[in-house]
């Protein structure tokens, strides 16, 4: 689909939006009906080449007095999906009466199957046709939104020589008008565009990163696709699209299943729709609505290819609430068993819970397959540093990078997504590393690496061409240190804490001694110290090299030394501002001079 038509088509529906709810609903308040009747329009739509199939099925089945007509009546229709009622949408525009057209409305939405009244009920659709009703324009919608000026069907619109007027739509477009619909409806709620929608951009780089690296590996097989804070369903039909394409030009035949959990309603309802209209009943009941964090509702599966854009700098006191507390949480996806610790505790901090979305995954990566899994996840900047040595955030950090599974984190320029200007990374995780990633980190600074936009989209003022993802996407696969590229021991991001004590002095400078004969603490003179692993003799000759010579009695308390771990860009990746010569100032302060010369007398003689 080219943007034209698409921005088109967004712009005929947005355009309902103002034309029959603008009196009736505050702005706010459009979506409430706009996306749901977009995707009854669609599913509406995928289902008109089978509708006198499906009423013929159902009249056999009434007369047989089946009771359980569902598989029977989706098998007629070609769909995982079907609507028995005996009317299409565009039948409903010639209801004159009020009372006629809420009964035919009523029994056309009842007449669709029970996962498509899931999805209705998730978008609480049925709660606004009273409000429809009562402002008369219930009519007027649904008149709009089968309006031969757009075509939201899979197939094309034909003109009475079978030219084509309008194209059809496939999944996929029909897909990105949905997403640009929430986006634009976030907008105008300021919200957080980004806890819905990643952009397709993004998630093509992050598609190519777990993919392409294990494309000589892909099998006429079986592979699964999960995304635990799916959204509107976005990531993973790309991730479906990109391996199906990697699949084809290997000559390879996959199956893939598609696997997602979502807590939003109506972003949920998106997804499960976009499932069905590919198809297959089963990939829409792999869509689960529940929190991931504390309703899993794959806590026994284990995937291939994981992608998330999970929420960030977001609270999740409620789901700490759900799993017994901070304190009472025993969930082993957060708390196991390492570094001979059997409660290794990784929980962060209640106010941001973005990086237990990553060891979700990680909880999920397979290990007896020949490409194991592989995971990339964006989260901004907080998951590389928060958390002191010890707590939940750096234990985190050390769980993966000591078990060998980053494999690169990737900084994106900011303003990429559309209502954050914030920094973003992308982590890539992998627990089958190629030879000459085993024991490594690989930071890739991408800031400077995009394509700017002609027209901003909310916050989003640039964007990843084709080109710019091949510039990416080299520079990981080539695996070489350049000004973009640096690549590391896990190591070089761990250090030690250390607590330096020192003791209280007495008369004549005598140490003080307690009941038990043990050193006296100033607690004002203790002090904490970071060591990195790197450093030369560790911890001693630190402590002999940088402490001693200035605090000749002090001493280490053992008891309270903890590793951390954290991950600075800006170590690695600054660039001080080179200071002009100082042949160049004079040069400049010489030519003022000539400039002003007799100036100064001018001004006072005039």
């Given amino acids: 689909m080219n943007q034209q038509l698409h921005n088109q088509i967004v712009s005929f529906i947005w355009g309902i939006a103002d034309d029959c709810l603008r009196d009736v609903y505050v702005r706010g308040k459009y979506r409430n009906v706009i996306l749901p009747m977009t995707v009854i329009r669609r599913l509406d739509a995928v289902l008109a080449p089978t509708k006198d199939a499906v009423l013929s099925m159902k009249k056999n089945l ?25 009317f299409m949408l565009k039948d409903l525009t010639a209801r004159t009466s009020p009372a006629k057209l809420k009964a035919d409305f009523k029994a056309y939405l009842d007449g669709f199957s029970p996962n498509v009244q899931e999805i209705l009920t ?18 007027a919608v649904i008149e709009k939104f089968v309006s031969p000026k757009i075509n939201v069907s899979p197939k094309p619109i034909l003109d009475e020589k079978g030219n084509e007027i309008l194209p059809g739509l496939d999944n996929h477009a029909m897909g990105t008008i949905f997403e640009e ?7 105008e709620n300021n919200e957080e565009a980004g806890e819905h929608f990643t952009p397709r951009d993004v998630v093509e780089l992050m598609a190519d990163l777990i993919f392409t690296p294990v494309a000589n590996k892909i099998l006429d097989s079986t592979y699964s696709c999960y995304d635990g804070a799916c959204g509107s369903g976005g990531m993973l039909t790309v991730a479906e699209n990109r391996l199906v394409e990697l699949a084809e030009k290997k000559k390879k035949k996959v199956s893939i299943h598609l696997f997602g959990q979502e807590v939003q309603g109506e972003t949920y309802a998106i997804a499960k729709a976009d499932m069905l209209l590919k198809g ?53 996806r957060f708390i196991t068993q390492f570094a001979g610790n059997p409660e290794f505790n990784m929980i962060p ?22 490409i194991g899994s592989r995971i990339a996840e964006v989260h901004n900047g907080s998951s590389l540093f928060t958390g002191d040595a010890g707590q939940g955030e750096s234990n985190a950090r050390r769980y993966m990078i000591e078990n060998d599974l980053v494999e690169a984190i990737i900084a994106l320029p900011e303003k990429m997504f559309y209502n954050t200007g914030i920094a973003t990374f992308i982590w890539v995780l992998a627990n089958k590393k190629e030879k000459k990633r085993k024991g490594k980190v690989q930071l890739i600074d991408a800031t400077s690496i995009c394509t700017p936009l002609r027209k901003s989209m909310g916050d989003k003022n640039c964007e990843f061409s084709p080109v710019n993802r091949k510039q990416i996407l080299k520079l990981f696969l080539d695996f070489k240190e350049n000004e973009q590229c640096r690549i590391f021991d896990n190591n070089e991001f761990a250090y030690w804490k250390i607590t330096v004590c020192q003791p209280k002095y007495g008369a004549r400078g005598k140490i003080l001694l307690d009941k038990k004969g043990n050193k006296q603490v100033n607690s004002d003179l203790t002090d904490t110290e970071q060591i990195p692993f790197a450093y030369e003799g560790g911890i001693e000759a630190f402590f002999e090299k940088e402490v001693k010579p200035y605090a000749k009695d002090a001493w280490i308390d053992e008891k309270q030394t903890k590793i951390g771990y954290e991950v600075s860009f800006t170590k690695y990746f600054y660039k001080p501002i080179e200071l002009r010569s100082l042949e160049e100032i004079t040069a400049d302060i010489k030519a003022l001079e000539k400039e002003t010369v007799g100036l100064l007398d001018r001004i006072l003689e005039g």
């Fill in 62 to 86: 009434d007369k047989g007095k089946i009771t359980n007509q569902t598989p029977a009546l989706c098998s007629a229709a070609g769909q995982a999906f079907c609507n028995a009622s005996p």
């Fill in 122 to 139: 998730k978008f609480k659709f049925r709660d606004e046709i009273p409000t429809m009703l009562e402002a008369d324009i219930l009519g």
């Fill in 181 to 187: 619909l929430i986006r634009k409806f976030n907008e």
């Fill in 280 to 332: 297959d009943g089963a990939q829409a009941d792999n869509i689960a609505f529940a929190s991931t964090l504390s309703g899993d509702a794959n806590a026994s599966k284990e995937f291939d290819f994981m992608l998330s854009n999970p929420p960030y700098g977001k609270s999740w006191k409620v789901d700490a609430e759900k799993m017994g507390g901070k304190k009472g949480i025993v969930d082993t």
């Fill in 349 to 370: 901090r209640s106010s941001d819970g973005q990086i237990l979305f990553l060891l979700n995954n990680v909880s999920k990566m397979k290990k007896d397959t020949a």
